[in-house]
């Protein structure tokens, strides 16, 4: 299948990141419909959706008629069997435990066609795992959106053991035509690529602040007010060859032995947890976030990430 033979897509799971893929899709001209077991979701699904498309067009990155028009290629139903049954692109977006994802995968390669291509946006978990509760692993291929998903240019075109050339074409071919700027990652590894940097980065983090180095505002405050800038522009590979390789083998011989090899959440973090300090939902984690409202704080990064994103088209127009 060709990514311009692709006018039908289901979204299955109508969370956070199913709106957001369901606005990505919806504005490259696909009709799209969110599938859902509990139709407050799907209510809470539309809501955000609009949401999304008024920030992308408060800040100049779509056209007002684009955001109207968006909306007129999306629908929302119960029902997956109906959904699906003439779909030709299905993206998985359900909570992520690796029995559930499997269980939709099966029914989804019951109820679509037999030349739909089945996508999962799990983060983490295997693809091929995922292709083995099917009958079609060569139509089974990840597309790991990054949350705000109607943000973020990346998304991880995952091959599983069984996918397809054409599989993994299509897609990637299907994603750069809604905008997006997708990568393959060629082999199913834990994490993918983003989330393995991701978390080696956190981990670090998390580690520093186990140890006392530095309170976690600080260790945020170097990241966001250092190299997080320059990683904006510049990727690590790259800022190595700009340092130079025998300055960053020097550094590696050094430095590489004193990171952290944590293989679990150091007891810190859990007391954290067994206090009831879960992040932002309950105002305290690592940081204290006082009375902040998390809806609010979540669209205050995204706009944030809006401002950045037009700065960028811009410059580099």
């Known amino acids: 299948m060709q990514a311009n033979a692709i006018h039908n897509a289901t979204v299955v799971g109508a969370g956070l990141m199913g709106a957001d893929i ?58 997956r069997a109906a959904a699906v049954s003439q779909t030709d692109f299905v993206v998985e977006s359900v909570p992520e435990y690796l ?27 295997s693809i091929s795992a995922l292709a083995a509760a099917t009958r079609r692993p060569d139509r089974v291929v990840g597309s790991h959106f990054i949350l705000p998903g109607t943000v973020l240019p990346l998304v991880e075109v995952v091959r599983g053991d069984g996918t397809s050339d054409d599989t993994m074409q299509a897609t990637y ?25 991701q978390h080696a980065l956190s981990r670090e983090a998390i580690a520093l602040w186990a140890s006392g180095v530095a309170t976690a505002e600080e260790i945020d405050a170097v990241v966001v007010n250092g190299f997080g800038l320059r990683l904006a522009r510049v990727g690590p590979l790259a800022q190595r060859d700009l340092g130079g390789m025998a300055m960053n083998v020097t550094i590696a011989t050094t430095l590489y ?41 979540r669209r205050e990064v995204e706009r944030t990430l809006l401002a950045d994103l037009l700065h960028r088209q811009r410059t580099e127009e």
């Open 173 to 197: 071919d299907l994603w750069r035509r809604a905008g997006k700027q997708p990568v393959k990652v060629q082999q199913d590894i834990p994490g993918f690529i983003h989330n393995r940097l």
């Open 99 to 125: 029995a559930l994802k499997q269980e939709v995968f099966a029914a989804l390669d019951a109820e679509a066609p037999p030349a739909a291509i089945l996508t999962s946006n799990t983060s983490s978990l």
């Open 257 to 297: 032995p004193s990171l952290s090899n944590l293989a679990d959440a150091p007891q810190a973090m859990k007391d954290l947890l067994a206090q009831g300090a879960v992040g932002l939902e309950a105002r305290r984690g690592f940081r204290d976030w006082g009375d902040a409202d998390p809806r609010v704080t």
């Open 22 to 79: 369901g606005v990505v899709l919806a504005l490259a001209g696909i009709a799209v419909t969110l599938v859902d077991i509990d139709s407050n979701r799907l209510e809470l699904a539309e809501a955000r959706m609009r949401a999304s498309l008024d920030a992308l067009g408060e800040f100049e990155l779509i056209a007002p008629e684009q955001a109207d028009a968006a909306m007129t290629h999306v629908d929302g139903t119960l029902d």
